[in-house]
């Protein structure tokens, strides 16, 4: 449920006096004024003058109660915000498994301590700064176009930030967002399916936000890169994870209506690896050749020097200058 206080607060364009809030949430000024400090006790600022009443002048960067409070769809039915987790799409699948949860679920955290990528690698997830965060739909798909959930989380993801933060993010295929070919964020779809349905989707999107060089593992240091570290400045998680909400409702809807065609051209507008020579490497065999295009269930097409073409279904892309 979204915070009332905060929700009138948000909504006025200047201060709103006690009184108004009392009256409109029906309680009293001692107890508007004890949820103010409970707010500020989580970090919001907000400011107190005792002729015109409350202003709410900023958030802290990711907040469950603000982002509850500016969803609002009926897509999104839930949102949590943890401080530490293992992994996000564990917890999501876990829920999802015992039942009682609604697609349209979106668990975050802070902080993981087992962030995992595809193929049991490990997704470095320090606290404080980064978005890690797992969705839960039903997406009545055929389990076979499962590749279409990362193509949409990915779509979704390069908009997102491109508007939010203004930044030219784009896509490598199969999964990674990135800029001048640094990662930047990661996506792992994970699914439960029946023999014709897929039962429910886990996407899993990482997104390092506010790490700096310094901050960077030194696993990845030389391979990733940040919004903070390509913008110079800090960004609101929150407002990053409303938009990434947004464009994730505004294509799942677009697939549902007008079919592929759409997202496909959307994820080849937004591609960096179309045109590019690469290599593509699966578990232990390496094709090279030209990214030529992804088909209508998101494999990439490869034109290898023979001429020939090959559909890959996935692998680990690097490009060849
Ligand atoms: C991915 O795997 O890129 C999928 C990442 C999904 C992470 C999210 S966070 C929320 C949710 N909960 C989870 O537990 N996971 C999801 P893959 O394509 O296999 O890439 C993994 C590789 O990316 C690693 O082997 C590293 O080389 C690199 N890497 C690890 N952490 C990174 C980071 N924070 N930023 C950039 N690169 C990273």
């Given at each position: ?68 409070m500016q ?29 009682g ?19 049991g690698?490990t ?53 990674d ?6 990662k ?17 989707a ?35 998680r ?22 592929k ?39 990439l ?10 559909t ?10």
């Open positions: 449920m979204p915070n009332a206080i905060l929700s009138l607060l948000k909504g006025a364009d200047n201060f709103t006096s006690g009184q108004e809030i009392s009256r409109r949430l029906g309680i009293s000024p001692a107890a508007v004024w004890k949820k103010i400090l409970a707010l500020r006790n989580k970090g919001y600022v907000i400011e107190a003058m005792p002729s015109r009443g409350y202003c709410l002048k900023n958030a802290p960067d990711l907040a469950e109660d603000y982002l509850l969803i609002r769809s009926d897509f999104w039915k839930d949102l949590m915000v943890r401080d530490s987790v293992e992994s996000t799409n564990d917890v999501a699948m876990s829920l999802a498994a015992k039942g949860i609604f697609p349209g679920t979106v668990i975050v955290a802070d902080h993981q301590t087992r962030g995992k990528g595809r193929l690698r997704w470095e997830s320090p606290a404080g700064k980064n978005i890690y965060l797992s969705l839960i739909i039903r997406p009545e798909l055929e389990p076979r176009d499962t590749t279409m959930l990362t193509i949409l989380a990915a779509v979704a993801g390069a908009l997102a930030l491109q508007r939010s933060c203004n930044i030219a993010v784009s896509i490598k295929w199969p999964n967002l990135v800029i001048s070919d640094k930047l964020g990661g996506i792992l779809t994970e699914v439960r399916a029946d023999p014709d349905r897929v039962a429910v886990v996407i899993g999107i990482g997104i390092n936000v506010n790490m700096n060089s310094r901050n960077l593992p030194e696993a990845i240091r030389d391979t990733a890169t940040s919004v903070r570290i390509v913008t110079g400045k800090n960004h609101q929150n407002e990053i994870i409303i938009q990434l909400l947004g464009e994730f409702e505004k294509w799942f809807s677009i697939l549902k209506k007008e079919g065609k759409p997202l496909l051209d959307a994820w080849r507008n937004n591609s960096s690896t179309l045109g590019r020579k690469v290599n593509v490497v699966m578990r232990d065999v390496t094709w090279s050749g030209i990214a030529e295009d992804i088909d209508d269930s998101g494999m097409i490869l034109k290898m020097r023979s001429g020939e073409r090959k890959i279904s996935t692998g680990d892309i690097s490009f060849i200058p």
